[in-house]
Antibody, heavy 120, light 112 residues
Framework: QVQLVQSGAEVKKPGASVKVSCKASGYSFTRYYIHWVRQAPGQWLEWMGIINPNSGSTSYAQKFQGKVTMTRDTSTTTVYMELSSLRSEDTAVYYC?????????????WGQGTMVTVSS | QSVLTQPPSVSGAPGQRVTISCTGN?????????VHWYQQLPGTAPKLLIYDNINRPSGVSDRFSGSKSGTSASLAIIGLQAEDEADYYC????????????FGGGTKLTVL
């Protein structure tokens, strides 16, 4: 079936980096954008950015420019999101989600989420 | 603070109808970008409920409907059920933020 499966929970110290993976299966990997969305504890959804798995091109929300890097590996149909210079405010659940290429459609399939905890 | 404004909470009794508003501006909803709605049950990932303003994905109950007018959009739920208790988010695109997708602040629906 169509699914996005994310890597497991992470605990990091302030200043470190974290890399979360999102493996796609059950559909044509290069025909859907992958987005990253985060949700701090008890807070709302926050869009971080998008990657085109076909070209590798990315677009990041202004807030995350210089802090996030999204990459993809077409051979394993996996997208990665790396967040650097972690602070306590980056403690959140990070979700990947897909939307159809070439448009501004809704995010129809979501990963299960990856909890990232930043603590000294 | 979210670009799209939603009421923090709404409530209704079983069987009733509730609506959730999502207010934007001329850079997002008012610029004719589509609005999508998501349902997030406690402890789970969001689920696409309405896409492109009015459309329901396969498997979503027809008790849920969406509409859009001007700089606002709304989600309506009829025949309220206990299982509808969740957080609801609207989402659109904003041209003033470098082409970002934007979410509303979310609305907690309580079924009384």
């Amino acid at each position: 079936q169509v699914q996005l499966v994310q890597s497991g929970a992470e605990v990091k110290k302030p200043g470190a980096s974290v890399k979360v993976s999102c493996k796609a299966s059950g559909y044509s990997f290069t025909r859907y954008y992958i987005h990253w969305v985060r949700q701090a504890p008890g807070q709302w959804l926050e869009w971080m950015g998008i990657i085109n798995p076909n070209s590798g091109s990315t677009s990041y929300a202004q807030k995350f420019q210089g802090k996030v890097t999204m990459t993809r590996d077409t051979s394993t149909t996996t997208v990665y999101m790396e967040l650097s210079s972690l602070r306590s405010e980056d403690t959140a659940v990070y979700y990947c989600a897909r939307s159809p290429l070439g448009g501004l459609g809704g995010l129809d399939i979501w990963g299960q989420g990856t909890m990232v905890t930043v603590s000294s | 603070q979210s670009v799209l404004t939603q009421p923090p909470s709404v409530s209704g009794a079983p069987g009733q109808r509730v609506t959730i508003s999502c207010t934007g501006n001329s850079s997002n909803i008012g610029a004719d970008y589509d609005v999508h709605w998501y349902q997030q049950l406690p402890g789970t990932a969001p689920k696409l409920l309405i896409y492109d303003n009015i459309n329901r994905p396969s498997g979503v109950s027809d008790r849920f409907s969406g509409s859009k007018s001007g700089t606002s959009a709304s989600l309506a739920i009829i025949g309220l059920q206990a299982e509808d208790e969740a957080d609801y988010y609207c989402q659109s695109h904003d041209s003033s933020l470098g082409g970002s997708r934007v979410f509303g602040g979310g609305t907690k629906l309580t079924v009384l």
